[in-house]
């Protein structure tokens, strides 16, 4: 049966490969369960209810994916949307987090539309391949930033922003120890290097006293703090139109991007390059956005980290339905995610970060014009704190550049229309 609905034997695999597969690629996101909560929490989101969310729109985004799109790709909430949910539109333009929830929700449903129809294809290739890269690249140090706060590497500073904070404090020292051992795991290619270190940091934590400990098995918390509690009429405000953009943006370009990875690693891209079933995996990451924010979680979305799995043989959705259920057996450890301090998650944000940053070595450094708007795009982010605004630098700067230097041809419709929303943004804040 499973042979049959999977394609197990034509995809050259098997139910032993495709279940360890899965178990490899959970092993590699799993720290998600640990860093979404803590991220949203920051937003005033009840933790236990988030955790419970992450995982449930984790779970049914990833079936989706398996049952419906046939992929090996596991979906779950986005980092780096998540903080900027969290630090961006809730703490820094004082928006509540019901309403960034309507936003992201209306996002979901303007990803489903554009699933559906023909243009979508249009949209992912009109914007330049620079634009995508540096996007990537800035919600990475957006990341950064963010761990260094949450780290204690850095503090606020009234002359210089920002400073060296006390580093021989036992958390800091215990969050650089905890980045080394996931870049040193990572490097000898040992599948689950985050989980390792966020659980190893945690214990430590523990055992000196330097945080508590909650307790590790437990029934589900409840999630009535956050289900349907998006405001999504209050995210009709006029304000938030780029604040909605934003997670679309992000959303679909960096989907697109993934499941064309992917695909390309797995060997699943037809005769032409294009990714069969397209439309289906679309689909399920616009459904698993809009789930995720009735819920209570920020955008989810496929996850780069399907690798992993893709890389121990994963090539159908049963690999996903493996993820899918261990996902939803988290569900019982919800007091080791309570446990889990900021400290020992800051780490995984910065790793992170450093994945998403090596997209700047694709540039065409040798173009000022590819490359200078890209840098600002990306630098944007982390010292603006909100990706809206560093997306909203890359485009105005790229339009503005190319027509200054007499290349305005190279600028499609597409891009120079949305520049000149952000013009009209930025010119009315």
Known sequence: ????????????????????????TFLTLAYI?????????????????????TCL?????????????????????????????AYSVVGGMGYSWQVALGAVFISGILFLILSLLPIREWIINAIPRTLKVAISAGIGLFLAIIAFKNAGWVVGHPATLVTLGDITRPEPLLAAAGFMMIVALDARRIPGAIIMSILSVTVIGIVFGISGSS?????????????LAMDIAGA?????????????????????????????????????GRLPRLKQ????????TIVGAALGTSTTTSYIESAAGINAGGRTGLTAVTVAVLFLLCLFISPLAGTVPAYATAPALLYVA???????????????TESAPAVLTAVSMPLTFSIATGIGVGFVSYVAIKALAGRSNEVGIAVALVSACFVLKFALV
């Open 1 to 24: 049966m499973l042979d049959g609905y999977f394609k197990l034997s034509e995809n050259g695999t098997t139910v032993r490969t495709e279940v360890v597969a899965g178990l490899t």
């Open 33 to 53: 369960i640990f860093v979404n909560p803590a991220i949203l929490s920051g937003a005033g989101m009840d933790k236990g209810a988030v955790f419970v969310a």
């Open 57 to 85: 729109a984790a779970a049914v985004g990833t079936l989706i994916m398996g049952l419906y799109a046939n992929y090996p790709i596991a979906l779950a909430p986005g980092m780096g949307l998540n903080a900027y949910f």
């Open 215 to 227: 307790g590790i098995f437990s029934m589900p918390p409840s999630l009535a703090p956050t289900l």
């Open 236 to 272: 009709f405000n006029v304000g938030l139109v780029v604040i909605v953009f934003s997670f679309l943006f992000v959303d679909l370009f960096d989907t697109a991007g993934t499941l064309v990875g992917l695909a390309h690693r797995a060997n699943l891209l037809d005769a032409d």
């Open 281 to 288: 995996a679309l689909l399920a990451d616009s459904t698993a």
């Open 354 to 368: 450093c994945v998403m940053a090596r997209g700047l070595a694709e540039l065409d450094w040798d173009d000022v």
